[in-house]
């Protein structure tokens, strides 16, 4: 079991990598960051509700009309990574 464990930390890490790319990719200037972090026909969704835009052109577009700033806060959503998950080591429900 110890190598699977180890999986899942370089899995966990890998995750917090990227999301730490992409944190710093929103609060900077341009979308030239996008292509590092998505694939040219990548669909993404500011929430659940919304609809997708489609490549890295629409997703540059969407990005440059909702970002407010370097200092705007991000939600925080359940399991954000580096959070704990519920029940995991006794955290949570």
């Known amino acids: 079991m110890e190598a699977d464990s180890e999986g899942l930390d370089r899995g966990r890490r890998a995750v917090e990598a990227w999301v730490d790319r992409y944190e710093a990719a929103w609060r900077s200037a341009g979308t030239g960051a996008l292509a590092a972090l998505f694939a040219e026909d990548a669909g993404y969704r500011m929430s659940p509700y919304e609809e997708t835009a489609v490549g890295l052109g629409a997703i540059a577009g969407l990005w440059e009309r909702e970002r407010q700033g370097p200092d705007e806060?991000?939600?925080?959503?359940?399991?954000?990574?580096?959070?704990?998950?519920?029940g995991e080591r006794g955290e949570g429900g």
């Open 73 to 86: 806060e991000f939600e925080e959503w359940p399991f954000w990574p580096g959070q704990p998950i519920p």
